[in-house]
């Protein structure tokens, strides 16, 4: 097991927050030197604690939507399975596949302009799964009411109180060209990667660089810089809880969403089109803290909470948040 201190929890909340924020700045705030803090943010690499430093994009300012699919199959053997995600993930609408377990057996997500976009995806998901495909359920996302966490602020500070505000997009929509895409999938690899060799391997100038970073930034593009962190070694499981819900008025939604917003099991938190649900992401170190928080959240909200469903996520095989899509639009 990784022995991880408090000062490597506290300079992973920094790079949470910021994955670009200099050394010099790290080092101040958890008082070490600059090396000194360099050398553990590389052992932190290097035992794949921090499994990567990401990117936090805005589809919807590009002009995409979000699309969730579960999928479930048939009883198949191993082989079959493997063939099935190798099938997925050679899909470029594809974003990102997991397996899972429960009603569902594959967590798959899409970026699509329009329905008939998705449709055409639905359909190349569709052949890769073959025969084997039983079920199918879709969701779409059209309000995050908390953005992605690595985990609960409490694993980095040992507290339970959460900072985290529901999440405002800017208005309007961007364009991105050529060379943005460059500097977004280079950035997706590495965020933390420094100007001069992003520069190097966008075959661009510094200043261009440093330019172009600032306007994604500054439209909304590039929501922030964070960190990944691997679940298995922090002693985190990741399950997702979908609830159905009625009287989801103005006022209930805005009570409901706070609540998502600041709870620290919540990694994720998304409303879907159509139907009253919301997608959550929680992250537990046990099936009874699972139950615990389930327990809570309907004794909470029993005026708006009808049914729920778990579904346990098992392995990630494809996380690509940058597609080529994004730039090479049909």
């Known amino acids: 097991m990784v022995k991880i201190t408090d000062i490597d929890k506290k300079i992973m909340y920094l790079l949470n927050l910021d994955a670009r924020l200099p050394v010099t700045k790290i080092a101040r705030a958890v008082n070490l030197s600059k090396d000194a803090v360099q050398y553990r943010i590389n052992k932190l690499v290097k035992n794949k604690v921090i499994s990567k430093f990401y990117l936090d994009i805005d589809h919807e300012k590009l002009g995409f939507h979000l699309y969730t699919i579960f999928l479930k199959t048939r009883s198949v053997s ?10 997925l993930c050679k899909i470029k609408e594809v974003i990102f596949v997991s397996t899972c377990s429960g009603n569902w057996d594959f967590w798959i997500e899409t970026y699509a302009e329009s ?5 055409t995806t639905l359909a190349s998901v569709a052949t ?11 969701m779409i996302s059209i309000k995050d009411y908390k953005r992605y966490k690595p985990l609960p602020e409490s694993y980095f500070l040992g507290t339970r109180l959460e900072k985290t505000h529901m999440y405002v997009p800017k208005p309007g929509k961007a364009t991105i060209d050529e060379t943005d895409y460059k500097i977004l999938k280079t950035l997706e690899l590495n965020s933390r990667m420094g100007v001069v060799e992003l520069a190097k391997k966008c075959s661009i100038t510094i200043d261009i660089v440093r330019y172009r970073l ?9 929501i922030g810089f964070d960190i990944d962190v691997a679940r298995g070694i922090t002693e985190y499981y990741l399950q997702l809880l979908i609830i159905r819900l009625q009287n989801y008025n103005t006022k209930n939604e805005r009570r409901f969403s706070g609540y998502l917003a600041t709870h620290p099991s919540v990694r ?34 029993t005026d708006i909470i009808t049914t729920y469903e ?21």
């Open 214 to 222: 600032k306007k994604l930034v500054s439209s909304g593009v590039i």
């Open 128 to 138: 890769a799964m073959g025969p084997e495909l039983i079920d199918y359920k879709t």
């Open 78 to 87: 191993l082989e079959q399975e493997k063939k099935i995600i190798t099938g």
């Open 268 to 301: 994720f938190a998304s409303k879907a089109a159509g139907s009253q649900e919301v997608m959550l992401e929680l992250l537990t170190k046990s099936m009874d803290e699972l139950n615990s928080f389930v327990k809570e959240i309907r004794h909470t909200f």
């Open 310 to 330: 778990i579904i346990a996520v098992d392995r990630e095989y494809k996380d690509c948040r940058v597609p080529e899509i994004f730039f090479n639009k049909k």
């Open 115 to 119: 329905l008939e976009t998705f449709n």
